[in-house]
């Protein structure tokens, strides 16, 4: 995998997000059955595929101080998806009842094929979701997005990432002049009646309580129509740290913290990706973890829809413990 390189505008000191946590001890998430202490690993069953992603690619305008999948403007480490390849998974995803498409990257507009794909999976009657900075590169397509929100309306969301509701804590992950862009590209969504939700962060000590108002005051000030306290339009994630220590989910631990393996994000969805030096697109896991082999589902819908085993951080801080979906 390529690493992520540094651009003119990126931040250069940590990430206010970071992880507060000792190191990961080498033990843990080493067997896929087995935890460090011998206990059975638990797994999530895909219920219905609900969701399929497809991954754009890792190329993105920005370079963040921590990027889960190390976007930047030079990683390619996902290559960009082609609109024929989308297709095929489109096909698969059609024959199975899939709701929804999901477009993740990188930045999926600096992605070439990322209007023919999302015009396909429009005009197909998905659902799209795309993630977006909302900055230049989605700017360039106004048109084409005013044309598909006119001819598709609702059936098509943007959820723009906006780490903060305050600009500086926003600019130390993502970069000098990243936050007004970012705000403008909402308010061109907001006013153009789009179908809009924003994606942010938490603070180490931050509460949902504290963060919510807040971010409802940004929104009231910039009139951006996202209703803060709707946890679908906004979407407040905990951080991801695949270094720092974390409790692995046992088979116990459903009952243990009261949760439903039906709930996890990877019981309703997975995500198709296309790694340099492959041939092919290949399906994931998650959108979480695109590299890791013992993630690799195989290179259809239909063979990716066997159970996976929790054996990752990111499952168990994310996705368990978290209690967050890339989904809303």
Known sequence: MATRSASR???????????????????????????????ERASVALTKLDTLW??????CNLACATCYIESSPTNDALLYLSADHAARFLDEAQAMGTREIGFTGGEPFMNPDMLPMLQDTLSRGFEALVLTN????????????LALRERFGAKLTLRVSLDHHSGPVHEA????RSWEPALDGLRWLSANGFSIAVAGRLLPGETEIDARPAYAELFTR????????????LLLFPEMDAAKDVAEITSACWDILGKDPRDIMCATSRMVVHRKGEPAPRVAACTLIPYDPGFDMGATLVEASRPIALNHPHCARFCVLGGASCSA
């Open 222 to 233: 910039e009139g951006i129509a996202v209703d803060a306290a709707d946890p679908a339009k």
């Open 134 to 145: 909302a900055m230049k590169p989605m700017r360039r397509h106004e048109a084409a997005l």
């Open 9 to 39: 505008n990126a931040p250069t000191g940590p990430s206010p997000f970071a992880v507060e946590a000792a190191p990961l001890p080498a033990e843990k998430f080493a067997d896929p059955k087995l935890t460090a202490k011998g206990e």
């Open 173 to 176: 992950e993502r970069g000098p």
């Open 54 to 59: 497809l991954n754009t690619g890792t190329l």
